[in-house]
Protein backbone atom coordinates (compact mmCIF):
# COMPACT_ATOMS: atom_id res chain seq x y z
CA UNK A 1 0.00 0.00 0.00
CA UNK A 2 1.08 3.78 -0.82
CA UNK A 3 1.21 6.11 2.10
CA UNK A 4 -1.08 9.10 0.88
CA UNK A 5 1.22 12.24 1.86
CA UNK A 6 -0.59 15.01 3.32
CA UNK A 7 0.10 18.86 3.22
CA UNK A 8 0.92 20.88 6.07
CA UNK A 9 1.94 18.21 8.68
CA UNK A 10 4.42 19.01 11.42
CA UNK A 11 6.20 21.95 12.26
CA UNK A 12 9.05 22.97 10.50
CA UNK A 13 11.81 21.62 12.35
CA UNK A 14 14.12 24.45 11.35
CA UNK A 15 12.06 26.84 12.84
CA UNK A 16 12.76 26.53 16.34
CA UNK A 17 11.68 29.09 19.39
CA UNK A 18 12.56 32.14 17.77
CA UNK A 19 10.27 31.68 14.62
CA UNK A 20 7.68 30.35 16.63
CA UNK A 21 7.38 33.31 19.15
CA UNK A 22 7.35 35.74 15.55
CA UNK A 23 4.57 33.70 14.90
CA UNK A 24 2.70 34.28 18.35
CA UNK A 25 3.77 38.24 18.07
CA UNK A 26 1.95 38.34 14.64
CA UNK A 27 -1.15 36.75 15.52
CA UNK A 28 -1.33 39.56 18.43
CA UNK A 29 -0.75 42.37 16.07
CA UNK A 30 -3.30 41.50 13.44
CA UNK A 31 -6.22 41.19 15.80
CA UNK A 32 -5.29 44.29 17.71
CA UNK A 33 -5.56 45.93 14.17
CA UNK A 34 -1.85 47.53 13.75
CA UNK A 35 -1.24 46.76 10.01
CA UNK A 36 -2.71 49.30 7.98
CA UNK A 37 -5.18 48.73 5.44
CA UNK A 38 -3.59 50.65 2.38
CA UNK A 39 -0.68 48.78 2.19
CA UNK A 40 -0.28 46.74 -1.23
CA UNK A 41 -0.57 43.01 -1.45
CA UNK A 42 2.74 40.87 -1.03
CA UNK A 43 3.51 38.64 -4.01
CA UNK A 44 5.39 35.39 -3.75
CA UNK A 45 6.61 33.76 -7.14
CA UNK A 46 7.09 30.18 -6.90
CA UNK A 47 9.04 28.91 -10.20
CA UNK A 48 9.76 24.82 -10.60
CA UNK A 49 11.99 23.74 -13.00
CA UNK A 50 11.35 21.69 -16.29
CA UNK A 51 8.20 20.26 -14.48
CA UNK A 52 5.58 19.00 -16.79
CA UNK A 53 2.46 20.21 -17.47
CA UNK A 54 0.85 16.46 -16.32
CA UNK A 55 3.54 16.39 -13.02
CA UNK A 56 1.08 17.75 -10.39
CA UNK A 57 -2.09 15.85 -9.03
CA UNK A 58 -4.45 18.28 -10.05
CA UNK A 59 -3.18 18.51 -13.20
CA UNK A 60 -3.64 14.05 -13.24
CA UNK A 61 -0.96 12.95 -12.14
CA UNK A 62 -1.50 9.22 -11.20
CA UNK A 63 1.45 8.71 -8.41
CA UNK A 64 3.33 12.32 -7.43
CA UNK A 65 1.56 12.78 -4.72
CA UNK A 66 0.97 16.83 -4.65
CA UNK A 67 -1.37 17.50 -1.55
CA UNK A 68 -0.46 21.11 -1.28
CA UNK A 69 -0.29 22.38 -4.72
CA UNK A 70 -3.79 20.50 -4.94
CA UNK A 71 -4.73 22.34 -2.37
CA UNK A 72 -3.80 25.48 -2.97
CA UNK A 73 -5.62 24.98 -6.63
CA UNK A 74 -8.35 23.91 -4.42
CA UNK A 75 -8.41 27.20 -2.80
CA UNK A 76 -7.54 29.58 -5.47
CA UNK A 77 -7.17 29.81 -9.79
CA UNK A 78 -5.95 26.67 -11.53
CA UNK A 79 -5.60 27.39 -14.98
CA UNK A 80 -5.74 25.11 -17.84
CA UNK A 81 -3.96 26.85 -20.67
CA UNK A 82 -1.03 28.40 -19.09
CA UNK A 83 2.14 29.23 -20.70
CA UNK A 84 5.21 29.97 -20.38
CA UNK A 85 7.03 32.18 -22.83
CA UNK A 86 10.14 29.66 -24.27
CA UNK A 87 10.86 26.16 -23.61
CA UNK A 88 13.91 26.10 -22.44
CA UNK A 89 15.17 27.83 -19.30
CA UNK A 90 16.95 31.11 -19.75
CA UNK A 91 14.80 33.12 -21.99
CA UNK A 92 11.23 32.02 -19.89
CA UNK A 93 12.68 33.36 -16.80
CA UNK A 94 13.55 36.32 -18.73
CA UNK A 95 10.01 36.70 -19.85
CA UNK A 96 8.50 36.09 -15.94
CA UNK A 97 10.60 38.49 -14.63
CA UNK A 98 10.26 41.10 -17.64
CA UNK A 99 6.75 40.50 -18.97
CA UNK A 100 8.59 40.59 -22.16
CA UNK A 101 9.20 38.47 -25.28
CA UNK A 102 12.70 37.12 -24.67
CA UNK A 103 13.75 38.31 -28.53
CA UNK A 104 12.99 41.69 -27.48
CA UNK A 105 15.67 41.80 -24.76
CA UNK A 106 18.22 39.40 -26.49
CA UNK A 107 17.54 36.67 -24.38
CA UNK A 108 18.35 34.54 -26.51
CA UNK A 109 21.35 33.17 -29.21
CA UNK A 110 22.28 31.60 -32.45
CA UNK A 111 24.64 29.09 -31.05
CA UNK A 112 23.31 28.53 -27.58
CA UNK A 113 19.45 28.48 -26.46
CA UNK A 114 20.39 29.10 -22.78
CA UNK A 115 23.38 30.99 -20.64
CA UNK A 116 26.09 28.92 -19.97
CA UNK A 117 28.34 29.14 -17.25
CA UNK A 118 31.01 30.33 -19.27
CA UNK A 119 28.95 32.65 -20.93
CA UNK A 120 29.74 36.56 -20.28
CA UNK A 121 26.01 37.91 -21.35
CA UNK A 122 22.84 38.17 -19.51
CA UNK A 123 20.18 39.96 -18.64
CA UNK A 124 20.42 43.80 -19.89
CA UNK A 125 20.71 46.63 -17.69
CA UNK A 126 17.74 48.27 -19.94
CA UNK A 127 15.57 45.70 -18.88
CA UNK A 128 13.32 46.19 -16.00
CA UNK A 129 12.74 43.19 -13.71
CA UNK A 130 9.58 43.06 -11.01
CA UNK A 131 11.93 43.52 -8.50
CA UNK A 132 13.00 46.89 -10.04
CA UNK A 133 9.37 47.84 -10.67
CA UNK A 134 8.36 47.17 -6.80
CA UNK A 135 11.37 48.97 -5.48
CA UNK A 136 9.27 52.38 -6.37
CA UNK A 137 6.63 51.18 -3.77
CA UNK A 138 9.12 50.22 -1.40
CA UNK A 139 8.35 46.65 -1.55
CA UNK A 140 11.44 44.22 0.20
CA UNK A 141 12.75 41.61 -2.20
CA UNK A 142 14.14 38.30 -2.32
CA UNK A 143 15.22 35.89 -4.71
CA UNK A 144 15.45 32.44 -3.61
CA UNK A 145 16.67 29.75 -5.61
CA UNK A 146 17.76 29.09 -9.60
CA UNK A 147 18.71 32.63 -11.12
CA UNK A 148 19.98 32.03 -14.61
CA UNK A 149 19.68 35.48 -15.91
CA UNK A 150 23.66 36.35 -15.95
CA UNK A 151 26.22 34.25 -12.99
CA UNK A 152 28.78 37.91 -13.51
CA UNK A 153 28.39 39.80 -11.03
CA UNK A 154 26.87 42.78 -12.71
CA UNK A 155 24.06 40.47 -13.69
CA UNK A 156 23.10 38.46 -10.28
CA UNK A 157 19.62 39.40 -8.29
CA UNK A 158 21.24 41.95 -6.14
CA UNK A 159 21.81 43.78 -9.36
CA UNK A 160 18.78 43.86 -10.57
CA UNK A 161 16.29 44.48 -8.07
CA UNK A 162 16.34 41.66 -5.18
CA UNK A 163 17.45 43.14 -1.76
CA UNK A 164 18.66 39.64 -1.51
CA UNK A 165 19.74 36.29 -3.30
CA UNK A 166 20.21 32.35 -2.45
CA UNK A 167 20.70 30.33 -4.58
CA UNK A 168 22.91 29.00 -7.86
CA UNK A 169 23.33 31.04 -10.56
CA UNK A 170 22.33 28.37 -13.32
CA UNK A 171 21.55 24.93 -13.85
CA UNK A 172 22.49 22.62 -11.11
CA UNK A 173 23.89 20.59 -14.08
CA UNK A 174 26.42 23.54 -14.99
CA UNK A 175 29.69 23.28 -13.49
CA UNK A 176 31.09 24.47 -11.11
CA UNK A 177 27.32 24.96 -9.45
CA UNK A 178 27.87 27.26 -6.77
CA UNK A 179 25.56 28.15 -3.77
CA UNK A 180 25.70 31.70 -3.79
CA UNK A 181 24.57 34.58 -1.03
CA UNK A 182 24.36 37.71 -2.26
CA UNK A 183 27.41 37.52 -3.96
CA UNK A 184 29.43 35.48 -2.69
CA UNK A 185 29.94 31.91 -2.68
CA UNK A 186 29.28 29.31 0.47
CA UNK A 187 29.66 26.35 -1.47
CA UNK A 188 30.66 24.69 -4.26
CA UNK A 189 29.80 22.67 -5.62
CA UNK A 190 26.46 22.87 -3.82
CA UNK A 191 25.06 20.27 -2.12
CA UNK A 192 22.10 19.21 -4.06
CA UNK A 193 20.03 16.88 -1.50
CA UNK A 194 19.48 20.21 0.98
CA UNK A 195 18.45 22.45 -1.47
CA UNK A 196 15.13 22.57 -1.57
CA UNK A 197 14.93 22.44 2.06
CA UNK A 198 17.24 25.32 2.47
CA UNK A 199 15.94 26.90 0.02
CA UNK A 200 12.69 26.54 1.92
CA UNK A 201 13.96 27.78 5.24
CA UNK A 202 15.27 30.90 3.54
CA UNK A 203 11.82 31.60 2.17
CA UNK A 204 9.91 31.65 5.44
CA UNK A 205 12.45 33.24 7.43
CA UNK A 206 12.50 36.54 4.37
CA UNK A 207 8.47 36.33 5.02
CA UNK A 208 8.62 36.43 8.97
CA UNK A 209 11.00 39.05 8.75
CA UNK A 210 9.35 41.49 6.34
CA UNK A 211 5.50 40.69 7.91
CA UNK A 212 5.21 44.48 8.19
CA UNK A 213 6.19 45.77 4.65
CA UNK A 214 4.72 44.99 1.40
CA UNK A 215 7.22 42.05 0.19
CA UNK A 216 8.06 40.42 -3.34
CA UNK A 217 9.33 36.60 -3.00
CA UNK A 218 10.78 34.87 -5.81
CA UNK A 219 11.21 31.40 -5.28
CA UNK A 220 12.78 29.82 -7.98
CA UNK A 221 13.17 26.15 -7.17
CA UNK A 222 15.99 24.19 -9.13
CA UNK A 223 14.29 21.03 -9.10
CA UNK A 224 12.92 18.97 -10.88
CA UNK A 225 15.55 19.86 -13.55
CA UNK A 226 18.11 17.00 -13.60
CA UNK A 227 20.36 15.57 -11.74
CA UNK A 228 17.74 14.68 -9.30
CA UNK A 229 18.71 14.35 -5.79
CA UNK A 230 16.14 14.54 -2.61
CA UNK A 231 16.20 14.63 1.03
CA UNK A 232 16.74 11.74 2.57
CA UNK A 233 13.20 12.28 3.98
CA UNK A 234 11.81 12.53 0.80
CA UNK A 235 14.22 9.86 -0.70
CA UNK A 236 12.55 6.49 -1.95
CA UNK A 237 9.29 7.17 -0.86
CA UNK A 238 7.09 8.60 -4.04
CA UNK A 239 5.44 5.77 -6.14
CA UNK A 240 6.59 7.81 -8.78
CA UNK A 241 10.46 7.16 -7.91
CA UNK A 242 13.14 9.56 -7.76
CA UNK A 243 11.51 12.42 -9.66
CA UNK A 244 8.61 11.79 -8.09
CA UNK A 245 10.32 11.94 -4.68
CA UNK A 246 11.58 15.32 -5.79
CA UNK A 247 8.40 16.85 -6.87
CA UNK A 248 7.07 15.67 -3.52
CA UNK A 249 9.45 18.29 -1.87
CA UNK A 250 8.60 20.91 -4.38
CA UNK A 251 5.20 20.68 -2.95
CA UNK A 252 6.14 19.85 0.50
CA UNK A 253 7.65 23.55 0.40
CA UNK A 254 4.84 25.19 -1.32
CA UNK A 255 2.94 24.18 1.76
CA UNK A 256 5.64 25.49 3.97
CA UNK A 257 5.26 28.55 2.61
CA UNK A 258 1.34 28.74 2.67
CA UNK A 259 1.55 27.31 6.11
CA UNK A 260 3.74 30.36 7.03
CA UNK A 261 1.51 33.00 5.08
CA UNK A 262 -1.52 31.72 7.29
CA UNK A 263 0.35 31.67 10.40
CA UNK A 264 1.71 34.77 10.14
CA UNK A 265 -1.18 36.43 9.20
CA UNK A 266 -0.81 37.22 5.64
CA UNK A 267 -2.45 34.82 3.59
CA UNK A 268 -4.95 37.54 3.01
CA UNK A 269 -2.69 40.35 1.66
CA UNK A 270 -0.70 37.58 -0.38
CA UNK A 271 -0.95 36.77 -4.05
CA UNK A 272 0.74 33.59 -4.66
CA UNK A 273 1.42 32.11 -8.17
CA UNK A 274 2.77 28.99 -9.07
CA UNK A 275 4.26 27.56 -12.17
CA UNK A 276 7.23 26.20 -14.48
CA UNK A 277 10.03 27.89 -16.46
CA UNK A 278 9.28 24.68 -19.18
CA UNK A 279 8.00 21.76 -20.12
CA UNK A 280 9.24 17.89 -19.21
CA UNK A 281 13.17 17.00 -20.12
CA UNK A 282 11.93 14.11 -22.03
CA UNK A 283 15.02 13.04 -22.81
CA UNK A 284 15.92 12.29 -19.62
CA UNK A 285 13.92 9.27 -19.53
CA UNK A 286 12.31 8.34 -16.08
CA UNK A 287 14.19 10.99 -14.76
CA UNK A 288 12.33 13.53 -16.69
CA UNK A 289 8.55 14.60 -16.02
CA UNK A 290 5.57 14.47 -18.09
CA UNK A 291 3.58 16.95 -20.05
CA UNK A 292 0.26 14.80 -19.98
CA UNK A 293 -1.23 14.93 -22.94
CA UNK A 294 0.27 17.41 -24.22
CA UNK A 295 2.61 16.94 -27.45
CA UNK A 296 6.39 16.56 -26.64
CA UNK A 297 8.55 18.58 -23.56
CA UNK A 298 11.11 20.55 -22.87
CA UNK A 299 12.70 22.45 -26.11
CA UNK A 300 9.43 22.14 -28.14
CA UNK A 301 7.44 24.64 -29.36
CA UNK A 302 4.28 22.14 -29.07
CA UNK A 303 2.53 22.32 -26.43
CA UNK A 304 3.95 20.11 -23.78
CA UNK A 305 7.39 22.29 -23.96
CA UNK A 306 5.11 25.61 -22.96
CA UNK A 307 2.15 24.76 -21.46
CA UNK A 308 2.35 24.32 -17.70
CA UNK A 309 0.61 24.17 -14.72
CA UNK A 310 -0.45 28.15 -13.37
CA UNK A 311 -1.98 28.17 -10.22
CA UNK A 312 -3.16 31.87 -8.42
CA UNK A 313 -4.15 31.68 -4.51
CA UNK A 314 -4.87 34.53 -2.30
CA UNK A 315 -7.79 33.53 0.01
CA UNK A 316 -10.63 36.02 0.51
CA UNK A 317 -9.61 37.78 -3.29
CA UNK A 318 -9.52 34.70 -5.63
CA UNK A 319 -12.63 32.51 -5.70
CA UNK A 320 -12.07 28.61 -6.37
CA UNK A 321 -12.26 27.84 -9.95
CA UNK A 322 -10.41 26.25 -12.72
CA UNK A 323 -9.94 28.68 -15.38
CA UNK A 324 -9.65 27.85 -19.11
CA UNK A 325 -8.31 31.43 -20.30
CA UNK A 326 -4.98 31.66 -22.09
CA UNK A 327 -2.61 33.56 -19.80
CA UNK A 328 0.58 33.40 -19.74
CA UNK A 329 3.91 34.11 -17.12
CA UNK A 330 4.07 37.47 -19.31
CA UNK A 331 0.61 38.37 -17.24
CA UNK A 332 2.70 37.98 -14.35
CA UNK A 333 4.35 41.55 -14.49
CA UNK A 334 1.45 43.63 -15.22
CA UNK A 335 -0.72 41.91 -12.60
CA UNK A 336 1.48 42.75 -9.79
CA UNK A 337 1.87 46.53 -10.82
CA UNK A 338 -1.59 46.80 -10.94
CA UNK A 339 -2.18 45.23 -8.11
CA UNK A 340 1.04 47.26 -6.28
CA UNK A 341 -0.54 50.58 -8.00
CA UNK A 342 2.80 50.60 -9.67
CA UNK A 343 2.42 51.89 -13.10
CA UNK A 344 3.65 50.53 -16.32
CA UNK A 345 6.50 51.99 -18.38
CA UNK A 346 5.35 53.97 -21.18
CA UNK A 347 8.62 53.47 -23.34
CA UNK A 348 8.78 49.79 -24.33
CA UNK A 349 6.13 47.26 -25.50
CA UNK A 350 4.91 44.65 -23.12
CA UNK A 351 4.16 41.37 -24.60
CA UNK A 352 1.80 40.81 -20.99
CA UNK A 353 -1.50 41.82 -20.18
CA UNK A 354 -2.86 42.04 -16.55
CA UNK A 355 -4.81 39.35 -15.22
CA UNK A 356 -6.50 41.41 -12.27
CA UNK A 357 -9.86 41.34 -14.12
CA UNK A 358 -9.12 37.58 -14.79
CA UNK A 359 -8.25 36.37 -11.35
CA UNK A 360 -11.58 38.55 -9.96
CA UNK A 361 -13.60 36.51 -12.12
CA UNK A 362 -14.12 38.40 -15.58
CA UNK A 363 -13.54 37.29 -18.90
CA UNK A 364 -10.28 37.47 -20.78
CA UNK A 365 -10.23 38.77 -24.81
CA UNK A 366 -8.29 36.36 -26.84
CA UNK A 367 -5.17 37.97 -27.52
CA UNK A 368 -2.19 36.56 -30.01
CA UNK A 369 0.61 34.45 -27.98
CA UNK A 370 3.55 33.71 -30.24
CA UNK A 371 6.08 30.31 -29.91
CA UNK A 372 9.41 31.39 -29.94
CA UNK A 373 11.98 28.64 -30.14
CA UNK A 374 15.04 31.24 -29.74
CA UNK A 375 15.45 34.21 -32.15
CA UNK A 376 13.14 31.94 -34.38
CA UNK A 377 9.27 32.13 -34.17
CA UNK A 378 7.51 28.56 -34.51
CA UNK A 379 3.87 29.36 -34.36
CA UNK A 380 1.16 31.23 -33.14
CA UNK A 381 -1.89 30.79 -31.13
CA UNK A 382 -5.40 32.81 -30.92
CA UNK A 383 -8.48 31.50 -29.44
CA UNK A 384 -8.40 27.74 -30.06
CA UNK A 385 -6.34 28.20 -32.65
CA UNK A 386 -2.59 27.57 -32.94
CA UNK A 387 -0.75 27.51 -36.26
CA UNK A 388 2.96 26.12 -36.36
CA UNK A 389 5.07 28.16 -39.02
CA UNK A 390 8.13 25.62 -38.23
CA UNK A 391 8.87 22.76 -36.28
CA UNK A 392 11.86 20.98 -35.03
CA UNK A 393 13.29 18.53 -33.33
CA UNK A 394 13.94 19.67 -29.45
CA UNK A 395 16.35 17.56 -29.02
CA UNK A 396 18.76 15.01 -30.38
CA UNK A 397 20.26 14.83 -33.71
CA UNK A 398 17.35 15.81 -36.37
CA UNK A 399 17.42 19.11 -34.64
CA UNK A 400 19.78 21.36 -36.71
CA UNK A 401 17.04 20.66 -39.06
CA UNK A 402 14.07 23.00 -39.37
CA UNK A 403 10.98 21.84 -41.49
CA UNK A 404 8.76 24.84 -42.75
CA UNK A 405 5.43 24.83 -42.92
CA UNK A 406 3.23 26.50 -45.92
CA UNK A 407 0.53 26.58 -45.21
CA UNK A 408 1.53 26.33 -41.78
CA UNK A 409 -0.09 23.07 -40.00
CA UNK A 410 -3.50 24.10 -38.00
CA UNK A 411 -4.36 22.77 -34.96
CA UNK A 412 -7.52 23.26 -32.95
CA UNK A 413 -6.33 23.00 -29.56
CA UNK A 414 -9.87 22.62 -28.00
CA UNK A 415 -10.30 19.65 -30.02
CA UNK A 416 -7.47 18.50 -30.15
CA UNK A 417 -5.17 19.40 -27.57
CA UNK A 418 -2.48 16.74 -28.30
CA UNK A 419 -1.62 18.33 -31.81
CA UNK A 420 -2.30 15.24 -33.76
CA UNK A 421 -4.54 16.34 -36.57
CA UNK A 422 -3.78 18.99 -38.86
CA UNK A 423 -7.12 20.97 -40.16
CA UNK A 424 -5.74 23.36 -42.13
CA UNK A 425 -6.97 22.62 -45.57
CA UNK A 426 -10.34 22.58 -43.89
CA UNK A 427 -9.66 26.05 -42.08
CA UNK A 428 -8.17 28.62 -44.26
CA UNK A 429 -9.90 31.70 -43.12
CA UNK A 430 -8.73 31.04 -39.77
CA UNK A 431 -4.83 30.37 -41.43
CA UNK A 432 -5.32 33.82 -42.83
CA UNK A 433 -6.36 35.40 -40.05
CA UNK A 434 -3.02 33.53 -37.86
CA UNK A 435 -1.08 34.64 -40.67
CA UNK A 436 -2.22 38.33 -40.77
CA UNK A 437 -1.50 38.34 -36.94
CA UNK A 438 2.21 37.20 -37.45
CA UNK A 439 2.92 39.66 -39.95
CA UNK A 440 1.67 42.71 -37.70
CA UNK A 441 3.35 41.41 -34.69
CA UNK A 442 6.81 40.52 -37.55
CA UNK A 443 6.64 43.99 -38.60
CA UNK A 444 6.60 45.95 -35.21
CA UNK A 445 9.35 43.55 -33.05
CA UNK A 446 12.71 45.41 -32.23
CA UNK A 447 14.61 42.44 -31.42
CA UNK A 448 17.71 43.07 -28.89
CA UNK A 449 20.97 41.93 -28.87
CA UNK A 450 21.70 38.35 -28.51
CA UNK A 451 23.43 37.73 -25.19
CA UNK A 452 23.84 33.55 -25.74
CA UNK A 453 26.48 33.50 -27.47
CA UNK A 454 28.83 36.04 -25.78
CA UNK A 455 31.32 34.70 -23.94
MG1 LIG B 1 13.96 24.59 -17.09
Known sequence: MTQSRVCHSGLISWSGPRVWLAAVVMAVSVASGVLGAERPPNFVIIFADDLGYGDLGCYGHPTIRTPCLDGMAAEGMRFTEF???????????????????????????????VLASNSTGGLPDSEITIAEALKAKGYATACVGKWHL???????????????????????????TPLIRGEQTLEEPAMLETLTERYTKEAVEFIIAQRDKPFFLYLAHTFPHTPLKANPRFAGKSPRGLFGDVVEEVDWSVGQVLKTLREQGLAERT????????????????????????????GSTFEGGMREPGIFWWPGQIKPSV????????????????????????????????????????????????????????????????????????????????????????????????????????????????????????????????????K
Open 83 to 113: YSAAPVCTPSRTALLTGRLPIRSGMVGAERR
Open 271 to 298: LVMFSSDNGPWLIRGLNGGSAGLLRDGK
Open 323 to 454: NRSMASTMDVFPTLMELAGVGMPSDREYDGRSLVKVLRGGKREDASFFYYDNAMLMAVRKGPWKACLVTRASYGPDRPKINKHDPPLLYHLGHDPSEKFDVAKDHADVVADLLAEVQRHQAALKPGTPQFDL
Open 150 to 176: GHLPRYLPTKRGFDSFFGLPYSNDMKP
